[in-house]
C-alpha cells in the first residue's frame, strides 16, 4: 500500500471508552502530523512529530495522547473523550528536513470520529 | 500569530471557466505556502508548494502566485472542468517553522457542467 493510510476510517465511541487512531506512511518520511478537522473550523494542527520526537503541541487537551514508536507509524490515542471532539482526524507526513519540494504535506484519508 | 483568510467562501462557474481563489495571510515572514484540495468527507490533496523565493507555481492548469510584502497568495485554475469541484485550502506556516501549519478555511468551489 502506498502513501499516508489510516485506520479506522470511522469510529463512535462513548464519552468512558479509550481508542486509538493509527497512521501509516510508506512514503520514506520523517516527520508526521495530526491534525483535527471540525464542522465550520479551519483544520487545526495539534501534534508534529520530526524523527520520533514531539516538536509541537498546540495545546491540546490531554484526553488525546499521541505516540510515534517510528518514523513510519504515529497513534493517537483517545480517552474520556467529549462530544465536542467529534471530527475528522487527519493524519499527514512531509520528508522532514527543509528544503525546496520537502516541506510539502501528505495527507492520509481521516478517521471520522463521533463522540456519543 | 498567523492568520489565514479565504476570499471568496463558495463560488460557483460554468465549465470551461478561468478563476481565481485568493488566500491573506497575516504574518510574511513565511518560508513558503501551500495549497490543498479536499473532496467532501475525504483527506487533503497537496497542489502546490511555493517556496518564500518564489513569486509563483505551476502545475498543468494550475497556477499558485505568491506576494509575500503584502501577504497574499492566489491559486488559478484555467478551464475549468466539473472534476475541479472541491474545497481549495491555502496555509502558511508559523512560529519561524516551515511545516507547522496554519489553514484558511477554505474556498469551496462548483464547477457546473
Known amino acids: 500500500e502506498t502513501g499516508v493510510t489510516q485506520t479506522p476510517r470511522h469510529l463512535v465511541m462513548g464519552m468512558t471508552n479509550k481508542k486509538s487512531l493509527k497512521c501509516e506512511q510508506h512514503?520514506?518520511?520523517?516527520?508526521m502530523y495530526w491534525y483535527k478537522q471540525s464542522a465550520k473550523k479551519p483544520l487545526e494542527l495539534m501534534f508534529v512529530?520530526?524523527?520520533?520526537?514531539?516538536?509541537e503541541n498546540n495545546s491540546v487537551p490531554s484526553r488525546f495522547s499521541p505516540e510515534c514508536p517510528n518514523s513510519s507509524h504515529l497513534f493517537l490515542h483517545l480517552h474520556t473523550l467529549q462530544p465536542e471532539d467529534s471530527a475528522l482526524y487527519l493524519c499527514?507526513?512531509?520528508?522532514?528536513?527543509?528544503?525546496?519540494?520537502?516541506?510539502?504535506?501528505?495527507f492520509g484519508p481521516g478517521t471520522r470520529l463521533t463522540v456519543l | 500569530k498567523q492568520e489565514v483568510t479565504q476570499i471568496p467562501a463558495a463560488l460557483s462557474v460554468p465549465e470551461g471557466e478561468n478563476l481565481v481563489l485568493n488566500c491573506s495571510f497575516t504574518?510574511?515572514?513565511?518560508?513558503?505556502l501551500q495549497w490543498f484540495r479536499q473532496d467532501p468527507g475525504k483527506g487533503l490533496t497537496s497542489l502546490l508548494l511555493?517556496?518564500?523565493?518564489?513569486r509563483e507555481q505551476t502545475s498543468g492548469r494550475l497556477n499558485a502566485s505568491l506576494d509575500k510584502s503584502s501577504g497574499r497568495s492566489t491559486l488559478y485554475i484555467a478551464a475549468s472542468q466539473p472534476g475541479d469541484s472541491a474545497t481549495y485550502l491555502c496555509?502558511?506556516?508559523?512560529?519561524?517553522?516551515?511545516?507547522?501549519?496554519?489553514f484558511g478555511t477554505g474556498t469551496l468551489l462548483a464547477v457546473q457542467p
Open positions: 511555493i517556496q518564500s523565493s518564489q
Open positions: 512514503l520514506g518520511h520523517n516527520a
Open positions: 504574518d510574511s515572514a513565511i518560508y513558503n
Open positions: 512529530y520530526n524523527f520520533k520526537e514531539q516538536t
Open positions: 499527514a507526513s512531509s520528508h522532514g528536513t527543509s528544503g525546496t519540494m520537502q516541506d510539502t504535506q501528505y
Open positions: 496555509a502558511a506556516p508559523y512560529g519561524g517553522a516551515t511545516n507547522k501549519l496554519i
